[in-house]
C-alpha cells in the first residue's frame, strides 16, 4: 500500500465525487487526495469539502491522529486545477470564492485538534505546498519535489502560507522560494527545513505508521498542550490566546493521565492513556 493503490482499511466517505477521501482507521484519521489522472491537483469543490471531511474525522473520540497523502506516485497535490482558472479564477469575484474555499481548507488542516502528518510523494506545489505546512509534520520520500511557482503564474500566494514559510525556513529562504519560483528538490527542502524527515521511497509508509502509532500511544492532552503552545508561539503576542494556552498545560497536569503515566514508569510497563 506504499503508494496507497490498496486504500487505507476502516470507515470511509468521501467528497467532491470522491476526489477526496475520508477515512478512520482505528486511532487514525486519514484524508486522501485522490485525483491522480489530474496528479491531485485541486478543484474549488475540492478545497470546499475537506473542512467537512476533516469534521467528520475528528467526531471520532478513538481518532488521535490525522494523516494526509495524495494518492499514487506523482502528486501529494500539485497545486489548483487550472481547468478551472475560467470559470473560478477569472475576475476578483470568483477568485476570492475560489481563496476563501481554499483558505477554510488549510485552516480546518492547521487548526484540528488533532496532531497532522503529511505524508508527501511526487509534486508538492503552490497549494499543495500550503496544504503540506498546514500540517504539523512533513515526511517526504527523495523523489518529492517543492516550489511556489505564483511568480511565474502572476498570482499573490496567500499570507498565512508566506507566515508559516518563514516560520519553518527563515525570511531569506522564503523570499528565496518565492522570487525564484524554483523547484526544489527534496533535499533541498529537507536542508532548509521545509520538510520533517526525508524517508527512503520503499520506507516512507512504514515510517509514517512507526511514528503514528508512536503518538498515538502518548498522553492526548499534553499533545494537545504543546499543539496549541507551539501554535501560540508563532503568533503575534497581542494575538496568543494565553488563557487557553494555560487551560490545556492546567488540564494535562491535573488530568489522570499524569499518575497513569507515573504509574507505568514505576512499574516498568507501558502507560495506557485514557485523555482524561
Known amino acids: 500500500m506504499d503508494t496507497l493503490t490498496t486504500l487505507p482499511p476502516g470507515q470511509q466517505i468521501s467528497g467532491a465525487d470522491g476526489r477526496i477521501i475520508a477515512i478512520r482507521d482505528g486511532a487514525r484519521g486519514w484524508l486522501i487526495i485522490n485525483n491522480p489522472d489530474r496528479r491531485n491537483a485541486m478543484s474549488r469543490d475540492m478545497w470546499a469539502a475537506v473542512p467537512e471531511l476533516i469534521g467528520w474525522i475528528e467526531a471520532d473520540p478513538d481518532v488521535k491522529l490525522l494523516l494526509l497523502t495524495g494518492r499514487g506516485e506523482k502528486a501529494f497535490v500539485s497545486g489548483a486545477d487550472i481547468s478551472e482558472f475560467e470559470a473560478h479564477r477569472s475576475n476578483p469575484e470568483v477568485e476570492a470564492d475560489y481563496m476563501r474555499c481554499s483558505r477554510a481548507a488549510w485552516a480546518a488542516i492547521s487548526d484540528t485538534r488533532l ?20 500540517c504539523d509534520l512533513r515526511l517526504a520520500e527523495p523523489g518529492a519535489k517543492f516550489g511556489v511557482p505564483a511568480a511565474r503564474l502572476g498570482i499573490g500566494y496567500p499570507f498565512d502560507g508566506v507566515q508559516t514559510l518563514i516560520s519553518l525556513i527563515g525570511p531569506s529562504q522564503t523570499k528565496a522560494m518565492m522570487y525564484s519560483a524554483e523547484i526544489y528538490s527534496a533535499e533541498k ?88
Open 115 to 134: 496532531p497532522s502528518i503529511a505524508m508527501i510523494r511526487g509534486a508538492c506545489i503552490g497549494g499543495g505546498l500550503a496544504t503540506a505546512l498546514s
Open 189 to 276: 527542502a529537507m536542508a532548509i527545513g521545509l520538510i520533517t524527515e526525508l524517508i527512503p521511497s520503499e520506507q516512507l509508509e512504514s515510517r509514517v505508521q512507526t511514528l503514528s502509532q508512536t503518538i498515538a500511544a502518548n498522553a492526548p492532552l499534553s499533545i494537545a498542550a504543546a499543539k496549541l503552545s507551539v501554535d501560540q508561539a508563532l503568533l503575534d503576542p497581542e494575538r496568543r490566546d494565553m488563557a487557553a494556552v494555560d487551560e490545556a498545560i492546567s488540564r494535562a497536569m491535573n488530568s489522570a493521565d499524569v499518575k497513569e503515566g507515573h504509574g507505568a514508569f514505576l512499574e516498568k510497563r507501558k502507560p495506557v492513556f485514557r485523555g482524561a
